[in-house]
Structures are given as C-alpha cells and as structure tokens.
C-alpha cells in the first residue's frame, strides 16, 4: 500500500478525542463561508502588512532585496504580523503558541530532527565544521526570524484556518503543499518536494500537539546546520534523492501517529 494512502488511513481511524483539536463541523455547512474567509486572511494579510516595509527596505533604505539583513527583517516583521493576525482571528494558543502538551510536542520535533540529520550525515558524509566566530550571530538570528515566521504562517495559522474550514486531512497536505510552493521560487521543483515531504511531519506534530514551538526549534536547527557544517557531496541523482526524502518523512509522518496512538493507549492503561 501507497505510503501516502497508509497514512491518511491511519489519520482517518484515530479517534477524534485523541486529538488536541475537535473535528471541524464547518465543512459544506452555514459558516463554511466564514471558514473560508479566514484562511484567505491569515494566507493574505501577513504578506500584505509587510509590502510596506519591503517598500521602505528596498527603495528607501537601499538595501539589497536578496541580502541575509534584508530577509531577516522582513522575516521577522512577518512573524509580528502572523502573531498579530493569529491573536485577531484566532487566538495565539489557537495557532500552537502555547505551553499546553509542550513536551510531547518537543518529542515529536526532537525525532524529525534526529532523522533529518540521520537522512543528511547517511548521504552526505560531514567533511568540515565552520569556524565558530562572533559572525555566528548573523546566521543565527537570520534562521530564528526564518523559523518563527515560517511555523508561525504554516503550521499555526494556516494550519489552524484549514482545519476549522475543511478539517484534518486538507489541514495536514494543505499545510505542507503550501510550505512546499513557499520554496518553490528560490529552489525551484526540488524545493517544492523537499519542503512538502518535510512539511507532511511538521504538520502531523502540529495535529497531535497543538503546539508549534518544538517545530520552531527544530525548524531552526535544521537551516542553521546549513552555516556550520560542511558536507561531501551528494551522490545520489536529484530525483532518486527527492523520492528517498519524500519516502523516509512520509514514514516518520506515520511513525509519529502511531507513537502518539501507543502513548495515548499507554497513559489510558495507566489510569
């Protein structure tokens, strides 16, 4: 079986109690409308609310569009905006800004992470590590505003307005394709499939937890190891590498259902 059909199986038959959010009743139904409103809202808004300053960076300021400075103040006033558009229309513990299961959120993370640098040192041996110096701030803080925004936009808000105007499935794939065409400007279809089967897990996390801030870590660990560490090159072609990538994040998509599942039965037996 698929392993895109197998999870959205095993999606499906979780009870929906288990699940920090309740099945949206919104569907096809009186306020889908107003559903759809909202996710054209989040998805817009952000971006609308920072053309300014794009504006003003650019051709006021002078600086240079594709600059790491440039990127990371308008990442960071992107993340200003979502968290402003999340608290308006949704509330921020509604887009996963919240300490409630905080931890098994972090698990989870903690094994995207842990795979994702397995997936990477397998294929690609480490050759190097960059001198750590006081430049170390600029990569740092860059990714962080990277991370905030992107969690913050996706899996928060995006997330959260799917859910409540479609429901999960449309929530965890809507999610992640639209992560996926993020990229697809600066890395073109390889960034597309890349972004997407990483997103597929992120999203999964964010359905299971309700929390986005162990994905914003992970997030940001995965970028910045692009600074300081050096690898020998991949050997693989792109789209054999591209279908490995989709196939391992698809499988730890499902592993972490399952472990949630085995977690919630666990804690139930114990009671």
Request: glycine share 8%.
């Amino acid at each position: 079986m698929p392993l895109g059909r197998q999870y959205a199986m095993i999606c499906q038959s979780i009870p929906v109690g288990n699940s920090v959010f309740q099945m949206s009743t919104n569907a096809n139904g009186p306020n889908s409308k107003n559903s759809a409103k909202v996710f054209l809202q989040v998805a817009l808004v952000p971006l609308i609310a920072i053309a300014p300053v794009a504006a003003i960076l650019v051709w006021g300021v002078g600086l240079e569009p594709s600059a790491q400075l440039t990127r990371g103040i308008l990442y960071g006033c992107l993340f200003i905006a979502c968290s402003a558009v999340g608290s308006w229309k949704l509330s921020l513990e509604g887009i996963g800004i919240t300490r409630k299961k905080i931890g098994r959120g972090f698990l989870y993370a903690s094994i995207i992470l842990a795979t994702a640098f397995g997936f990477m040192f397998a294929l690609q041996p480490l050759k190097a590590l960059a001198d750590i110096s006081l430049m170390i701030w600029s990569p740092v803080l860059f990714y962080l505003a990277v991370a905030l925004a992107e969690e913050t936009w996706f899996r928060g808000l995006m997330f959260k307005a799917l859910y409540d105007w479609r429901g999960t499935l449309p929530a965890v794939f809507g999610s992640a394709i639209l992560f996926g065409l993020m990229h697809v400007p600066t890395h073109g279809w390889e960034g597309l499939l890349f972004s997407l089967s990483i997103g597929l897990p992120y999203a999964v996390v964010r359905l299971k937890t309700g929390n986005i801030l162990g994905l914003v870590i992970v997030h940001w660990l995965t970028n910045l190891s692009d600074s300081f560490i050096s690898l020998s090159p991949v050997t693989l072609e792109t789209a054999w590498l591209v279908l490995l990538h989709i196939i391992v994040f698809s499988g730890v998509s499902i592993a972490i259902l399952l472990l949630d599942r085995w977690l919630i039965v666990h804690q139930y037996a114990l009671r």
